[in-house]
């Protein structure tokens, strides 16, 4: 049925009235119609000749739902004079016969053809915006600089490098171990954003210390647009006093207690303690199933061959769960070499599976280093003696990736990744990234008071901290560390000090003191504090005119926190673990610290203090500068050091030499080995310039200004000029849709530069990954916005009346999510224009210069054009549905071939693991062969879709 011609039983829809639904033709009497709508039980009679009504008629492999809801696939199309019969399929594969009258009455269409011959089409601009949207979308995808456009952040490469590195694998497990305060934080953020705009990842867990819980959720947010949502005991609490109310009442317990509160969010921030002090919370965020997990402060996870500790067997039970983990930690082997390796363990089961192989592979790096500094001299081509040493550590791998044609990275990656310091771990240092202000260490030697020496506690571990259990009122008076401490902050005001103790007791003593008796503005920060007290604090401590001038912590203070806008720190004790004093230093010491930092050091002489203090100051020279070698020196040293910090009052030189030489040789053994691998894994420079590179082309090209603007004018919001680099955006009264993604009712103030947005956090700063930018781009692809449009066209030596079909295709491949096939199928559709003939002028007249020549027409004559050029349209449709099949093949293969250059080497890898460590299950390596046959069948049956139609008609 091409033309108006009524049948009663038909069924009709109306183009100027979306809401009446599909019509039934009831009554057709001389030059009048009369129309049913069910959906809104009216009925409307038109005359024939002008009724603003298009045919409603479904295609082969269309659905459609009965009037009783049962949906069915149409399989073919009978014409029973003028009234349709559908032979269409139902969910049990059978045929039924559905006549178009039993046809439910409440339709949305989406398919262009139907909504171009409903007359829903759209207007050019839509059209437009939605082509750019897929080619955008596609370019995106490729761009090396993906995921890492959106976020808040200035481009510093060390930690371009890692984001770029990591988000980009399929299940990244890594262990982020840059220094102190290079941003590791800013790091797993990047990842983590690049992973969800990538859609590799839907589901994070952040698992952090108590005391960063707001920090994370702050950072998440102001950075990367990241909302997460805190999981705490709160959560635990109603459905405990419910099941207790309940209990009491005898009921069963059920109900609100059986809901998993980490199953309501996608993204959720919870605490390590909380994880660990509760079973049922445990449980649940393990069973809640994560695609990516962040442990901040994963030295917490002790762990040695014997035992681990509960912290370690939450995290491992996660690990095993989620496909990507990243362990944060500036300190990996604080809590020992055993630890390091257990945590590596985690993130990497089928490398890391022998302690004592794990230590002894150490003693290798040196070799390692030394043959990839030659690999790397020689382009990557190794000489014959060369070669037979990697045959026997890497075997018949070898000549395949000797003879890549990549300067040698593959190999090198291979070595570093099976006998080196291996892919899981990045560790960037202040001496290679460099920039960072000098540490000036304070010293101030105090004469130790009586009370100590009569109580006993100047020497040993007591004699760290020999105020812990004493009368406070006592030692507050007598220790003379508190009024050198009180006249210290009297000097430095109003710079604002960090003063951190190990033991909250102290801390809120000292606090108390400093500002009851001394009248000093402080505030403390210590585990007796809720986390809102705590952020209270912090936040006081920040404030620059009205806030406290000191910041008295416990050690919980000594980890995270970030306090580089001030530039004193005094230790009013020193810890015993040298990676301990790093992480203090470091509350100060990381990136934004624009001062010199003062490190000021009371200590209690002829004590432990003053050994411990000459042991860091000239055995580690660990005030100066960041210390790597801390933990591994007092390991070979320390007896000696417990002897002296034993007997504090004998002479400590000899063990201060011992330390220096111990200290060198270490710096030298790493520095040729372990340390040059790790480097070599964690930045490389060109790689990062080439990605900030590739992010700045994306933010300086006029592209995203140019489709937003299109958007805006599109969906009606209204833009004003706010400063040279910043608008406002507002709703208008004509939106096109009732929601406009990211904008309320006031507004927003946005910003498309980078620099502005780091200045001023109030703007909203648009990128292609901005929350607003991708919430257009999924309404454009995801509904049926603009897919079916009529344009004219004015061309010297066209005829008018000539008709020309743009005609979009995608591949349509529906597949498991499971199999992540969508990073393998491309975006950008396939674009085809013919005409009437069958001609294809794809190549002759291209999208953007067809865009420069069209027009918008009217909708009333659009609308009256339509069905008199139906059957040409259609008679196009087969053309470009003819070229298009065509293609199909070429497109199943290219993304086939995507699919195994992402899954192949997987495999080969785990095969040649699986030579050195029998732990890898077959299983593991039958999976990946699994998910690529998969994915090639359904590839295989992948078929050409028509996603979009521009009608143009010459005039
Ligand atoms: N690229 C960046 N742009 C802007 N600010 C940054 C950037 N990288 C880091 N920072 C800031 O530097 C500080 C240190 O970063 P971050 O907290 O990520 O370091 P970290 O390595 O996790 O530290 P720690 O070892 O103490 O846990 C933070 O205040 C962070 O916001």
């Known amino acids: 049925m091409r033309s108006m011609e009524f049948v009663i039983g038909q069924r009709w829809v109306s183009h100027s009235d979306a809401n009446l639904g599909l019509g039934i033709v009831t009554d057709v009497s001389g030059r009048r119609v009369t129309l049913g709508f069910p959906a809104i039980d009216e009925e409307r009679t038109y005359a024939t000749d002008n009724a603003p009504l298009a ?47 039993k046809l439910g009455s409440h339709v949305r269409f989406t398919d262009p053809r139907q909504r171009l011959f409903a007359g829903r089409f759209d207007r050019n601009g839509a059209f437009r915006l939605r082509m750019a949207t897929v080619e955008h ?75 960063l819980v707001h920090q994370w959720l702050v950072e998440m947010l102001r950075r990367f647009n990241l909302r997460f ?5 709160s959560h635990y609490e109603l459905d405990n006093a419910a099941d207790q109310i309940l209990a009491m009442l005898g009921e069963e317990i059920g109900g609100a207690s059986e809901e998993n509160p980490f199953e309501q969010s996608q993204l959720v921030i919870c605490s390590l303690d909380f994880l660990k002090s509760s079973d049922k919370a445990g449980n649940d965020a393990v069973s809640a199933g994560w695609d990516l997990v962040v442990v901040d402060e994963a030295h917490h996870l002790e762990w040695s061959p014997e035992a681990a500790s509960p912290e ?72 014959s003696a060369q070669q037979q040493q990697l045959q026997t550590w890497l075997g018949d791998e070898v000549s395949d990736l000797v003879a890549r044609d990549d300067n040698g990275h593959a190999l090198i990656d291979t070595l570093l990744d099976r006998h080196g310091t291996g892919r899981v771990l990045f560790r960037n240092t202040r001496a290679a990234v460099q920039g960072f202000p000098e540490r000036r260490v304070q010293p101030a030697p105090l004469p130790c008071p009586q009370l100590y020496t009569e109580a006993g506690v100047t020497a040993g571990s007591a004699g760290l901290t020999p105020e812990v259990g004493m009368d406070e009122e006592t030692w507050l008076a007598e220790d003379p560390r508190v009024t050198w401490l009180e006249k210290k902050l009297s000097a430095l005001k109003p710079a604002k000090v960090v003063v951190i103790c190990a033991k909250a007791e102290t801390a809120t003593a000292l606090e108390h003191y400093l500002q009851l008796r001394a009248g000093i503005r402080s505030t403390a920060f210590h585990e007796g504090l809720s986390l809102l007290e705590r952020d209270r604090a912090a936040a006081y401590f920040t404030e620059t005119e009205q806030g406290a001038q000191a910041l008295i912590c416990s050690e919980i203070g000594s980890e995270g926190r970030n306090f580089q806008f001030a530039h004193h720190l005094v230790l009013f004790d020193l810890p015993a673990n040298p990676d301990l004093l790093e992480q203090r230093i470091g509350r100060l010491d990381r990136i934004g610290q624009g001062d010199v930092i003062d490190i000021h050091v009371p200590y ?28 591994g020196v007092k390991a070979a040293v320390e007896s000696e050091l417990q002897s002296r910090l034993d007997s504090p009052t004998e002479s400590a030189d000899d063990l201060v030499a011992a330390t220096r030489a111990q200290a060198q040789q270490l710096r030298q053994r790493l520095q040729e080995g372990r340390d040059a691998l790790i480097e070599m ?25 140019d489709y937003m603007t299109e958007a805006f004018d599109i969906f009606g919001v209204e833009t004003e000029g706010h400063t040279e680099t910043s608008d406002v955006l507002k709703p208008s009264d004509h939106m096109l849709t009732g929601h406009f993604p990211g904008l309320s009712e006031e507004g927003l103030t946005v910003t498309f530069d980078r620099q502005q947005a780091l200045e001023r956090e109030d703007l909203a700063f648009l ?63 396939l674009r085809l224009l013919v005409d009437v003939n069958g001609k294809d002028l794809s190549a002759a007249l291209p999208h953007d210069r067809l865009n420069e020549l069209c027009s918008n027409i009217r909708r009333r004559t659009a609308q009256a054009v339509v069905p008199q050029i139906r059957a040409e349209v ?34 080969d890898r785990l095969k040649a693991l699986r030579k050195v460590n029998p732990a890898i299950r077959s299983e593991e390596v039958a999976f990946f062969e699994n998910q690529l046959s998969a994915g090639e069948d359904v590839i295989g049956k992948a078929r050409m879709a028509l996603s979009g139609l521009r009608v143009i008609v010459s005039s």
């Open 681 to 705: 894994n964690s930045c490389r420079p060109e790689e990062a310039r080439a990605l900030i590179d590739a992010i700045e082309s994306e933010e300086q090209s006029s592209g995203l200004v």
């Open 604 to 631: 209690l002489e002829n004590t432990a203090q003053s050994v411990l203090f000459r042991w860091y100051h000239e055995g580690l020279e660990a005030f100066a500068q960041s210390c790597a070698v801390g933990v």
């Open 312 to 383: 370690y067997q939450v995290v491992e039970r996660l690990a095993e769960q989620t496909r990507g983990l990243l362990l944060l930690t500036a300190t990996p082997e604080q809590m020992g070499i055993a630890g390091h390796f257990a945590r590596l363990r985690l993130l990497d089961p089928a490398r890391y599976h022998d302690l004592a192989a794990f230590e002894q592979e150490e003693s290798r790096y040196a070799e390692v280093n030394t043959l990839m500094q030659q690999l790397q001299e020689q382009g990557g081509k190794p000489d």
């Open 229 to 233: 949502s805190i999981i705490d005991d």
């Open 137 to 211: 979308q596609e370019r995106l995808r490729q761009s090396p600089a993906r995921g890492l456009i959106g976020a808040r952040t200035s481009h510093l490469p060390h930690q371009i490098y890692i984001a770029g590195e990591v988000a980009r694998r399929y299940a990244p497990r890594v262990l982020l171990a840059d220094e102190v305060g290079l941003g590791k934080t800013i790091e797993a953020g990047l990842i983590l954003h690049s992973q969800l705009q990538t859609g590799l990842a839907r589901r994070v867990l952040i698992v952090v210390p108590d005391s």
């Open 874 to 907: 259609e008679t196009m449709i087969d053309h470009a549905e003819g070229f298009a099949a065509e293609r199909l093949g070429e497109l199943q293969q290219q993304a086939a071939e995507r699919l195994r250059g992402l899954i192949q080497p997987e495999i």
């Open 767 to 829: 990128s292609w990954e901005h929350p607003m930018v991708a919430g257009v781009m999924e309404l454009m692809t995801e509904s049926e916005l603009g897919n079916a449009a009529l344009a004219s066209l004015s061309v010297k030596g066209l005829p008018p009346g000539t008709l020309l079909l743009e005609a979009l295709f995608t591949l349509h491949c529906p597949a498991p999510d499971s199999l992540q096939l969508a990073r393998c199928l491309p975006l950008a559709p």
């Open 55 to 101: 045919r409603v008629q479904y295609q082969l492999g269309d659905k459609i739902e009965t009037y009783d809801g049962e949906s069915l696939t149409v399989r073919a199309v009978e014409d029973i004079d003028g009234v349709l019969m559908y032979h269409a399929e139902d969910e049990n594969g059978e045929l039924q016969q559905v006549s178009e009258v």
